[in-house]
């Protein structure tokens, strides 16, 4: 069970953009990374190129490139805080992700 998921709310702790918030679109878990909208946001500078379903749009374009898993951190939707991630089971047997701050279920 990862401790960071698709959709989550996560704050950078370090780096350039160290504070600021974004919504998790894609997890590389091999690769221990996350890219987080509106983070780490660079610049590519593409050549015009000829691809199997047609041409590529030269010119400069802006992404959001992967951001190490380390560097962030989860934000609780019920205290508003960036906090650290427990697990806990369920009567049913189920494993579901705490805030370590308050104590309240994430999933």
Known sequence: MAKIK???????ISG??????GTVQWVFPKD????VSGINIVKKHQRPMRAG??????GVIEFEAPVH???????????????????TRLEDGGKVRVCKRCKEVID
Do not use: F
């Open 69 to 87: 898993i380390s560097n962030v951190m989860l934000v609780c939707p019920r205290c508003d805080e960036r906090t650290r991630v427990g697990y």
């Open 16 to 21: 350039n953009d160290r504070l600021l918030r």
């Open 6 to 12: 698709k959709g989550d709310t996560v704050e950078v």
């Open 32 to 35: 221990n990374l996350v890219v």
């Open 53 to 58: 379903r047609g041409q590529i749009q030269p």
